[in-house]
């Protein structure tokens, strides 16, 4: 597999650029996707690799381009190389599993705030409570008959106020948040189509995308 680099208009990466050949230069990309070697192709003005005529070089997104007087930064040509990439992959078994492992902390986040957000909302209010009777415990020169009465009261008071209605709607905030968060990142590897609305077990079975013009395919144990 390659991209072809220069000034006609079939190239995958075009340099509008009159120092530019028509075909000027392609990076061919290894089996796993994992090396990429930049072959100039005899253009007139030549490729340089970090300010160097290359024939044929190993590149890295860290190397700069320049072809003919076109310069082309690192990750500029690296973007095209993977959205290149990326249209000519069909297996996204790996990347589904990662979405699977999204779903499932989704999930048992969800989980938690549910069980857990009373417990939460309540939390503060106790640690009031108890610095106040704390408080009216350590003042000198009470008398016993107004210290106790005034802890209890105070006991009282801290654990009567409600803040389930606050706390119910605070939820909810933050369970639309994750759930936002989510489906934003719950989409289709390759295309970017939606898969939320259905189960992560939906999509494994199914291994393909909803979108029809879009040919990802995953194969999930
Ligand atoms: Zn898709």
Redo the contacts with the bound molecule.
């Keep these: 597999m390659k991209l072809t680099i220069g000034r006609h208009k079939d190239n995958d990466l075009v340099l509008n650029d009159n120092t530019v050949s028509g075909k000027h230069a392609e990076v061919k990309i290894s089996e796993n996707f994992k090396d990429f070697t930049l072959v100039d192709l005899q253009s007139a003005n030549g490729s340089k690799v970090n300010g160097r005529k290359i024939a044929s070089k190993k590149i890295t997104e860290k190397d700069s381009f320049q072809f003919g007087n076109s310069k082309v930064a690192g990750p500029v040509l690296f973007k095209t190389l993977n959205n290149h990439i990326k249209q000519a992959r069909t297996d996204f078994s790996a990347e589904f599993t990662t979405l699977l492992g999204i779903e499932s902390q989704y999930k048992s986040k969800r989980r938690n705030l549910n069980k857990n957000y009373r417990l939460l909302a309540m939390l503060p209010r106790l640690l009031i409570t108890i610095g106040i009777v704390v408080v009216i415990y350590l003042i000198p020169n009470l008398g016993t008959e107004l210290r106790y009465p005034l802890m209890i009261g105070a006991t009282l008071v801290g654990s009567t106020i409600s803040t389930l209605g606050i706390s119910e709607r605070k939820k909810e905030e933050l369970l639309d948040k994750l759930k936002t968060r989510f489906q934003l990142e719950f ?7 939606e898969f939320y609305g259905k189960e992560g077990f939906f999509w494994k079975e199914k291994k ?4 029809k013009n ?3 395919t995953w194969h999930v144990n």
């Design positions: 989409v289709c590897p390759k295309c970017g189509s393909t995308c909803r979108n879009c040919n990802a």
